[in-house]
């Protein structure tokens, strides 16, 4: 039986003295797309935070069947696990290719992706491959971020709220962008507000409220299930 890429069992978290996490658990398969739904609000962010190591997490956290809870971010990073946060983070004053090599985990051996590769597969990043980064528009600059973090060649990636605050049109292209990373064999975790994106790109949908997952299944499962979309995500 294959295991889980990444198992998460009994997650908590706090900031100071906010009990934030209040028990997560999740899974994810090698090569699977997950979706993590919910409201503002409830732990989305920080248990995509938690597993990266930026918040002190208490529980069992298993990657690639290691375990991983409390180890620093850079360590977790160089085992495989990439992060794309929500603050789009680059470097504003390095060219678009300059900001992508800066990506590679090792410079000694070729991953699954080349500059040129991340840069022909998005012709957006293309056309200015040579123009600072600081420049790009919002949606370029999550683009650049995500193409980043593939250069370290992660065998799962948390992208977290990828879409906030850009255009619909930017939108879409962001969610044929996850959709294509998907096909690479990359495992996804995805934390998104919005359903369309999600339940298109998503093998699995866990939904999250007051610190925990309160619902699992399948999009096809999410979609028959008017009460948890009442309870757990409308307004």
Known sequence: MTEPMLKVRDLHAYYGK???LQGVNLEI?????????GRNGVGRSTTAKAIMGEVRPRGEIHFKGQPIAGLESHRIARMGLGYVPESRDIFPMMSVR???ILGIKDMRRHGKYTVDQML???????????????????G?????TMCRTLMGDPDLII????????????????????????KTGVSILLVEQKLSIALR?????YVMGHGEIVWGGTPADF????????EWLEV
């Open 18 to 20: 906010s009990h934030v």
């Open 29 to 37: 398969m090698p090569g699977e797309v997950i979706a993590l739904l």
């Open 98 to 100: 300059n900001n992508l």
């Open 120 to 138: 022909d597969m998005f012709p957006n990043l293309r056309a200015r491959a040579d123009n600072l980064a600081g420049v790009l528009s919002g």
């Open 140 to 144: 370029e600059k999550q683009m650049l």
């Open 159 to 182: 992208i977290d709220e990828p879409t906030e605050g850009l255009a619909p049109k930017i939108v879409q292209q962001i969610g044929d962008m996850i959709a294509e990373i998907a």
């Open 201 to 205: 790109i998503a093998n699995r949908v």
């Open 223 to 230: 979609r028959d299930r008017e009460d948890v979309r009442k």
